[in-house]
T-cell receptor, first 112, second 114 residues
Framework: KQEVTQIPAALSVPEGENLVLNCSFT??????LQWFRQDPGKGLTSLLL?????REQTSGRLNASLDKSSGRSTLYIAASQPGDSATYLC???????????FGGGTRVLVKP | SAVISQKPSRDICQRGTSLTIQCQVD?????MFWYRQQPGQSLTLIAT?????????ESGFVIDKFPISRPNLTFSTLTVSNMSPEDSSIYLC???????????FGQGTRLTVV
């Protein structure tokens, strides 16, 4: 059974610092991995999707890497801003089937 | 991509009543899912909504408690029946579009049962 872990559970940084969020998974037989942002009480916004054959994806200040063999993905957010404050979730899709397994999320606070 | 409209965005309900949540997508999609997110927790899949047939429920979720409809390729409803305070959660609709495997989510329905 796939298990997805995100450490740390919470993170507080001053504005301008780079953010590093970690996601680990136990079963490397994945089809893709997706990073989401969730504001309090709201739905999920898709940030980046990495296919299992890819090593990284970039969008603006966001960069996500994937090391499938070691079961790890990292989301980097450059030059953080207070508007980046949210919970960030990773989810993996198995190589067979379509059910996502979510991590517990990392709650980020960027202080002005 | 897909634009998902989920209604209502929030509601406060009395115990013992039922609430139906609607999920409308701006384009035809292959897969539609319903998730629950309990306070402080991550997402748990309730069921896959199948077009024209009964939904496929995950372990721990039953049709009598969470009846789901999907009459066409762009619309689905989830009903939370005979509610108790333990049903207080955010309920989320998710879809996958044709030819893709990226998941898109609605804005969520924040349900409080009193």
């Amino acid at each position: 059974k796939q298990e997805v872990t995100q450490i740390p559970a919470a993170l507080s940084v001053p504005e301008g610092e780079n953010l590093v969020l970690n996601c680990s998974f136990t079963d490397s037989a994945i089809y893709n991995l997706q990073w989401f942002r969730q504001d309090p009480g709201k739905g999920l916004t898709s940030l980046l999707l990495i296919q299992s054959s890819q090593r990284e994806q970039t969008s603006g200040r966001l960069n996500a890497s994937l090391d499938k063999s070691s079961g790890r993905s990292t989301l980097y957010i450059a030059a953080s801003q207070p508007g980046d404050s949210a919970t960030y979730l990773c989810a993996v899709r198995p190589s067979v089937g379509n059910k996502l397994t979510f991590g517990g999320g990392t709650r980020v606070l960027v202080k002005p | 991509s897909a634009v998902i409209s989920q209604k209502p965005s929030r509601d406060i309900c009395q115990r013992g009543t039922s609430l139906t949540i609607q999920c409308q997508v701006d384009s035809q999609v292959t897969m539609m899912f319903w998730y629950r997110q309990q306070p402080g927790q991550s997402l748990t899949l309730i069921a896959t909504a199948n077009q024209g047939s009964e939904a496929t429920y995950e372990s721990g979720f039953v049709i009598d408690k969470f009846p789901i409809s999907r009459p066409n390729l762009t619309f689905s409803t989830l009903t939370v029946s005979n509610m108790s305070p333990e049903d207080s959660s955010i309920y989320l609709c998710s879809v996958e579009v044709w030819g893709g495997t990226e998941a898109f989510f609605g804005q969520g329905t924040r349900l409080t049962v009193v």
